[in-house]
């Protein structure tokens, strides 16, 4: 994970964050070991803003990766770790498994090992699927 992790905070040197200052870098893994990053781009309209997050899934998925094995997050002007928005969460739970991991942390050594399926309980695409 902390090799995963490595990717994104590379990915986070891309972000376009004039507004926030708040630059983060998203990477994914693919159940068949590819892997896509992505990078917050910010708008001057602010709600236009993408997250790191959901660039990483756009892109991944314009490459014909729709399932993912893990995710890290690194937000480099945090010392916290930062998790992913609610809004995140959904569309990475499109795309990935309740026990697939996420793995997320900010400029410290911290980080946080969950599952998106802690993240985003009661899916109603897994965990509330009609079998
Ligand atoms: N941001 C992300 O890209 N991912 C997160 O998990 C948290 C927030 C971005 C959105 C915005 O550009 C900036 O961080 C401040 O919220």
């Known amino acids: 994970m902390e090799e995963l992790f490595a990717e994104a905070r590379q990915a986070a040197l891309a972000a376009y964050a004039p507004y926030s200052k708040f630059r983060v870098g998203a990477a994914l893994l693919s159940v068949?070991?590819?892997?896509?990053?992505?990078?917050n781009v910010e708008n001057r309209s602010f709600g236009?803003?993408?997250?790191?997050?959901?660039?990483?899934?756009?892109?991944?998925?314009?490459?014909?990766?729709?399932?993912?094995?893990?995710?890290?997050?690194?937000?480099?002007?945090?010392?916290?770790?930062?998790?992913?928005?609610?809004?995140?969460?959904?569309?990475?739970?499109?795309?990935?498994?309740?026990?697939?991991?996420?793995?997320?942390?900010?400029?410290s050594a911290e980080r946080v090992d969950v599952t998106i399926g802690a993240l985003y309980p009661f899916d109603s695409l897994h965990d509330l699927a009609v079998p």
């Not at 993912?68 to 795309?95: K, M, N, T, W």
């Open 32 to 39: 068949d070991g590819r892997v896509f990053t992505g990078c």
């Open 48 to 107: 236009l803003t993408i997250c790191a997050e959901r660039g990483a899934v756009m892109y991944a998925v314009s490459k014909g990766h729709r399932s993912f094995a893990a995710l890290a997050i690194a937000a480099l002007d945090s010392l916290a770790p930062v998790p992913p928005c609610g809004a995140c969460r959904q569309v990475l739970s499109e795309f990935m498994l309740p026990d697939a991991r996420v793995y997320f942390g900010g400029a």
